[in-house]
């Protein structure tokens, strides 16, 4: 570089260093604060609704991979190899996706919800926001506390950095937290949702149904909570709005509401998608995470749909049959037919967060320990006969009868694999019921650590150890 561009360069930087200076004197003349924004009566609606920005909260290696439901990954999916062989890291940014989402959406519930209370509107319509808020709310912790277990609970508008450093919060805590949001919702959300999309009163009975019945199963334990379970499931399935669809294949590959949805995430074509058809794909291309085990294939019953139709073995695409199998619930096969690569892959198909299905599995399994088989087969066998491939053959996924109450147990546990893989509710299911041993009967040698204790909960981005003060979960540190 010459002396002349030198001295020219130190001037011009000497000028923007100025520049900057009395650029940054000014007052911004664009920036709205809180008061300002919410004068307009319309802006409490337009920040309860934009609070759905953070859904879904799914983050597909967290939830689903530490399963027995899946083989392993792509060897190209550099930080899914590791966690499929019970190797996750706190710096992975599946596990801080998974942190971070959830607390988005409930920094965000708590803004509107420290401003509502002196909102210019009618009461009924001021609580059906809150309440709307408190569902999201509730949503959000109940994905974390599953996930890390003991967790920060911030209830309260952050108004400066000290009050976003928390202690984390005993998990009983939380639920309780969470039911506490919930019943809120249930209880003063409207009938019917105004848009699209948004919650409504059965969709905060089913989160319910949910959630007691998770409280009722590990670690908690609290299993006073099944019959609380059965209830919220039976309102939902007795309230004649819902049915399941006829084909189990229509339930999915949608983009708007079917007879079977509670709440599902959207999308809108063109404007993005939900990812599940790269990361569920196996053609020439692309990157897959979430891959059908061969164990999990065999272990369905004969002439299953959710198998015929959810599990693509031997793919015919351009370059010839797949050689891995893959799920069809969110992949659009005609994108493998035509070559389309994962760049040019968008797929609007809609993401169940809530599905009718699983309040009859739900009250099946509540209903069976507290009552025992006699009436929890017609919860399960409804969601059986649904799945037949020939409704008329009673050869396909049999009725089921004759079994003792533990029999029945494991028997409703395999079923939630079968109907509710890859929507998020696996490495739950598995948390719940105590049964992380799959695992290692799977995989065995194969998995780096073995299965433990410290399964029970993910752990804690690293970021939010430092930040906030934290311990890291037991075994992760």
Known sequence: MNTTYKLLTMMLLAIGMQSCEKMLQEEPKTVLSP?????????????????????????????????????????????????????????????????????????NANFILHYLPAAPLDETFKNQLTAEARFLRGYAFFNLVQLFGDVPMPLLLAENYDNLRLPRTPQTEVYEQIVQDLLFAEDNLPDQARQVGRVYKLAATALLARVYLTMAGNPLNQTERFSDALEKARLVINSQRFSLTEDYAAAFHNMAYTSESIWDKQYVPGRGGNGLHS??????????????????????????????????????????????????????????????????????????????????????????????????YAYVNEIRRRARVDKGNPTHVPDLSDLTQEQLQQAIWKEWDWEMHQEGLSWMTMKRTNTFNRIQQ???????????????????????????NIPQNPLYQ
């Open 279 to 376: 990361a569920s794909a196996t053609a020439e291309g692309y990157v897959p995470t979430l891959i059908p085990s061969s164990n999990f294939i065999q272990s369905f019953p004969t002439g299953d749909r959710r198998l015929a139709w959810g599990i693509m073995q031997n793919y015919p695409a351009p370059n010839g049959p797949l050689q891995r199998p893959f799920f069809h619930k969110f992949v659009d096969a005609a994108l493998i037919d035509r070559g389309v690569l994962p760049s040019g892959a968008q797929v609007s198909f809609s993401i169940p967060l809530l599905r009718y299905a699983e309040m009859f599995l739900i009250a099946a399994e509540a209903e069976n320990a507290l009552n025992g088989p006699a009436q929890a």
């Open 442 to 468: 799977q995989r065995g040698a194969t998995l780096v650590v073995p299965v433990g204790l410290y399964n029970q909960t993910w752990p804690i981005p690293i970021e939010e150890i430092t930040n906030n």
């Open 35 to 107: 008061e300002q924004f919410l004068q307009n009566p319309g802006s409490y609606e337009t920040s309860v609704k934009g609070i759905y920005s953070g859904l879904p909260l799914y983050v597909s290696f967290t939830h689903e991979m530490i399963t027995d439901l899946y083989a392993p990954p792509s060897a190209a999916a550099e930080q899914a190899l590791p966690i499929y062989n019970n190797q996750p890291t706190p710096f992975y940014f599946n596990a801080r996706n998974a942190w971070n989402g959830p607390y988005s959406m409930i920094k």
